[in-house]
C-alpha cells in the first residue's frame, strides 16, 4: 500500500521550459489537491478535484493546468516555467473534500533557473 | 477572513517532557481542524482531525482539543522522544468553499 506516489522527486527547469508533476493515490480516494509549500508562507492551494471529472483552482493557479486522469490520478502541468515557481510541490488526497485526514504524497523540490 | 497562527515557531524541549503546541485561528465559524507533522523533506502526516463538535480527539501520546469559543486548539505531546522531533502544522477547514486554511507550524526539537 504505497499511499500517495509522487514524480520526480527533483527536478530542474530552465524559464520557459515546461514538464508534468505526476500523481497517484491507491487508497480509492475521491478527492486530490496540489499543494505548494514556500518558506514563510506555509501550504498554498494550487489545484483541487473534489471528485473523478471535476476541477476547482484554489489560491495560487496562475500558471498551472491540471488533468484528473482517472480516480487515481491527479498530474500538474508547469506550461512555461518560471523562477516564481521555484518551490516544493506536493499532492494529497482525501475520502471526501476536507472531511477526513488529509494524505501527503512526499513532495517534488522544483527549481527554476 | 479566516487566519491561523501557531506561536512559538520553534520549540526545543529534553526528551521526557509533556509538552502543549499551541493553534490559534480567528473564525470560529469551523468545519473542523487538523493537526499533521512533517519530517524534513518528506511530506504531511495527518496526527489527529477534530471535528467541529467535538472538543478533544486522542493517538497513543497525542492529545488535541479544540475551543472554538475561543479560537484555540491545543496539541499535546506526552512524554516526548526524540523521535518526535519535527515540523507541526494544524489546518483549519472553514468558510464555504471548504478550504484548508494553513498555519506555518511549530518546529519541535527534543533533545536526548
Known amino acids: 500500500n504505497a499511499g500517495v506516489t509522487q514524480t520526480p522527486k527533483f527536478q530542474v527547469l530552465k524559464t520557459g521550459q515546461s514538464m508534468t508533476l505526476q500523481c497517484a493515490q491507491d487508497?480509492?480516494?475521491?478527492?486530490m489537491y496540489w499543494y505548494r509549500q514556500d518558506p514563510g508562507m506555509g501550504l498554498r492551494l494550487i489545484y483541487y478535484?473534489?471528485?473523478?471529472?471535476?476541477?476547482d483552482k484554489g489560491e495560487v493557479p496562475n500558471g498551472y493546468n491540471v488533468s484528473r486522469l482517472n480516480k487515481r490520478e491527479f498530474s500538474l502541468r508547469l506550461e512555461s516555467a518560471a523562477p516564481s515557481q521555484t518551490s516544493v510541490y506536493f499532492c494529497?488526497?482525501?475520502?471526501?473534500?476536507?472531511?477526513?485526514?488529509?494524505?501527503f504524497g512526499n513532495g517534488t523540490r522544483l527549481t527554476v533557473t | 477572513k479566516q487566519e491561523v497562527t501557531q506561536i512559538p515557531a520553534a520549540l526545543s524541549v529534553p526528551e521526557g517532557e509533556n509538552l502543549v503546541l499551541n493553534c490559534s485561528f480567528t473564525?470560529?465559524?469551523?468545519?473542523?481542524l487538523q493537526w499533521f507533522r512533517q519530517d524534513p523533506g518528506k511530506g504531511l502526516t495527518s496526527l489527529l482531525l477534530i471535528q467541529s463538535s467535538q472538543r478533544e480527539q486522542t493517538s497513543g501520546r497525542l492529545n488535541a482539543s479544540l475551543d472554538k469559543s475561543s479560537g484555540r486548539s491545543t496539541l499535546y505531546i506526552a512524554a516526548s522522544q526524540p523521535g518526535d522531533s519535527a515540523t507541526y502544522l494544524c489546518a483549519v477547514n472553514a468558510g464555504n468553499n471548504r478550504k484548508l486554511i494553513w498555519g506555518l507550524g511549530t518546529s519541535l526539537a527534543v533533545n536526548p
Open positions: 478535484s473534489a471528485s473523478e471529472g471535476t476541477t
Open positions: 473564525d470560529s465559524a469551523i468545519y473542523n
Open positions: 494529497a488526497s482525501s475520502e471526501g473534500p476536507y472531511n477526513s485526514p488529509l494524505h
Open positions: 487508497m480509492n480516494h475521491n478527492s
